[in-house]
């Protein structure tokens, strides 16, 4: 084999494995000097269903929880094969005592997140 063709194998193989670990990892605000953590959950969704979008809202606190104010949000998606879903708030978020997040897969995939609430 030549230089050329051991270059471009080995420049597909790095291509392919970029494209195949993409994650859609999400995350709001920052982690500041003497905060902890308040919520940690798996966000999941598997029921995959051919060609149909799902989607989970996560609401935080639960009923009569602490209300404790959120520096950081961290939203880490499981999926490792470019197929994970996407992560919005719909309310509250950073710097208030609340948030509502919405889960979103992609078509014809599930949800898979680790969901992580920072404050204090």
């Keep these: 084999m030549s230089v050329r063709s051991i270059t471009f194998i080995c420049l597909i193989a790095l ?15 920052r982690k ?12 999941q969704n598997l029921s995959v269903q051919y060609n149909k979008v799902l989607s989970k809202l996560v ?5 009569g929880s602490r209300r404790e104010v959120i520096h950081f ?8 094969n470019g197929k994970g879903g996407f992560v919005s708030i ?6 208030y005592q609340y948030v509502q997040l919405n889960f979103t897969s992609q078509r014809s995939s599930g949800i898979n997140y680790l969901l992580e609430i920072w404050g204090r």
């Design 73 to 80: 949000i961290n939203a880490t998606d499981q999926y490792t």
């Design 15 to 29: 291509i392919a494995t970029i494209v195949t670990s993409q994650r859609h990892n999400w995350q709001s605000g």
């Design 59 to 63: 609401n935080y606190p639960k009923t």
């Design 32 to 43: 500041q000097s003497g905060d902890y953590l308040l919520d940690r959950q798996y966000v």
């Design 90 to 95: 719909r309310s509250g978020g950073v710097n």
